[in-house]
Nanobody
Framework: QVQLVESGGGLVQPGGSLRLSCVASGFTFTSFRMNWYRQAPGKERELVASIVSAGDRTDYADTVKGRFTISRDDAKNTVYLQMNNLKSEDTAVYYC?????????????WGQGTQVTVSS
């Protein structure tokens, strides 16, 4: 069955770094755009970073541009989010998302989320 399993979250001090990983299985990873979303308490889920299926284009929310880097390793069916210079406002549950849009309605899958807490 389809699975997206995130890891790498935790507690980090402001200015620190974390790398999130998301291992995919049960679908054709190379056909999907991969995204990282986050949701802070009391806020809506927001798109943080995105990488196209070919891996040659990435997009970032303005709030993380220059600090976060998304990448993918198709040989490992894994997408990463390198987060540097973390700030308290980056505290949230981070979700991996796989998205495919062909001729029909879009197909997407979600991971269970991993908590990132930035605090001194």
């Amino acid at each position: 069955q389809v699975q997206l399993v995130e890891s790498g979250g935790g507690l980090v001090q402001p200015g620190g770094s974390l790398r999130l990983s998301c291992v995919a299985s049960g679908f054709t990873f190379t056909s999907f755009r991969m995204n990282w979303y986050r949701q802070a308490p009391g806020k809506e889920r927001e798109l943080v970073a995105s990488i196209v299926s070919a891996g040659d284009r990435t997009d970032y929310a303005d709030t993380v541009k220059g600090r976060f880097t998304i990448s993918r390793d198709d040989a490992k069916n894994t997408v990463y989010l390198q987060m540097n210079n973390l700030k308290s406002e980056d505290t949230a549950v981070y979700y991996c998302n796989a998205y495919y849009k062909g001729w029909g309605p879009p197909t997407q899958y979600w991971g269970q989320g991993t908590q990132v807490t930035v605090s001194s």
